[in-house]
């Protein structure tokens, strides 16, 4: 008899938390970090995306008190670590065309961590035409968008972005051949999903073609992928079925999902043996199981009925 989905998606972002707060000062900043940060996706890049989980979690409210509090404390160390947001605040000072400052503050101020200046300056940054005309890819300018959306820095008015041309200038919005997809053209579409959608948050932000084309062949990826083993794009697949306006969450895939997570909590990247060194598990798998601790979350809110 297969797990249901709700039960198994409970279980992985249960186990999931559970192992990012017992192996978080593996992300702390090293000593003397400045907001220079030279390599940023190696050094403050983990805290993101912590906090991207830990606020989703919050947001959703649908675990347990545990949870909820596991939740809280990973953005409190998380916030912590970036001074409380004045780290993100001298990055984007030094830098005013990144935009990593911006997205990762969004996480934060979606569970109503502010920094007063940094709300300033980017109310300022966003405002400016070079912040709109900067050249990046097209499911990056979403993600600028969706972070402006969730931090209040867009007005409090969606009409100030045109979503439909945005979405329309990705590879999603093209309606290509799907069996022509590749393995980063599908974490680009899954990204093009969860920025439109605000990690599922708002479904219709989905344009309904491309919910419709993403019904027909998202069961279709997920199989190939689970195939041979990239088990962190797979999970990524199984949020974008989770953020659906009719949401896709296969029982047999939640309980592939369940039966590889570690006892721990870890959830593998891929087919690949798992070290038993701390600092390697942590580097190597820290983002497949914050995916899992989302795509858990997500799945048992839209099983539950919580979004329309």
Same mark, same amino acid.
């Given at each position: ?72 404390? %990973? ?228 099983? %539950?009925?919580?979004?329309?």
């Amino acid at each position: 008899m297969q797990m249901p989905v709700a039960q198994a998606a409970h279980r992985i972002t249960s186990l999931a938390l559970t192992w990012l707060h017992t192996h978080r000062e593996h992300g702390a900043l090293p000593p003397g970090t400045t907001a220079e940060l030279a390599e940023p996706n190696s050094v403050y890049k983990p805290l993101g995306e912590t906090a991207l989980a830990a606020s989703l979690v919050l947001r959703e409210a649908v675990a347990g008190t545990v949870e909820l509090r596991l939740a809280r404390e %990973l953005l409190d160390f998380s916030w912590e670590q970036l001074g409380a947001g004045a780290m993100l605040h001298e990055r984007l000072l030094r830098y005013p065309m990144m935009s990593d400052p911006l997205e990762t503050y969004a996480h934060f101020a979606r569970s109503g961590y502010r920094h007063q200046a940094l709300d300033r300056l980017l109310t300022h940054t966003t405002s400016l035409r070079s912040a709109r005309a900067v050249e990046v890819m097209p499911n990056r300018r979403l993600a600028i968008a969706n972070a402006a959306r969730v931090g209040g820095f867009d007005q409090g008015d969606d009409r100030a972005v045109d979503w439909t041309a945005l979405a329309g200038a990705t590879w999603l919005g093209s309606f290509p051949e799907p069996w022509l997809i590749d393995w980063m053209t599908a974490y680009n579409m899954t990204h093009t999903v969860f920025h439109l959608t605000d990690w599922g948050r708002v479904p219709a932000g989905l344009p309904a073609e491309s919910a419709r084309y993403l019904a027909d062949w998202l069961p279709a990826w997920i199989d190939i992928w689970a195939e041979i083993g990239e088990w962190d794009l797979v999970a990524e697949l199984m949020i974008v079925g989770s953020s659906l306006p009719d949401p896709y969450c296969d029982p047999a895939d939640w309980e592939r999902l369940a039966r590889l997570q570690h006892e721990d909590g870890l959830m593998p990247r891929d087919g690949h043996p798992v070290s038993e060194d701390p600092g390697e598990r942590f580097a190597a798998h820290h983002h497949t199981t914050v995916v899992a601790a989302v795509a858990g979350t997500l799945a048992l809110s839209r099983t %539950l009925g919580l979004r329309p």
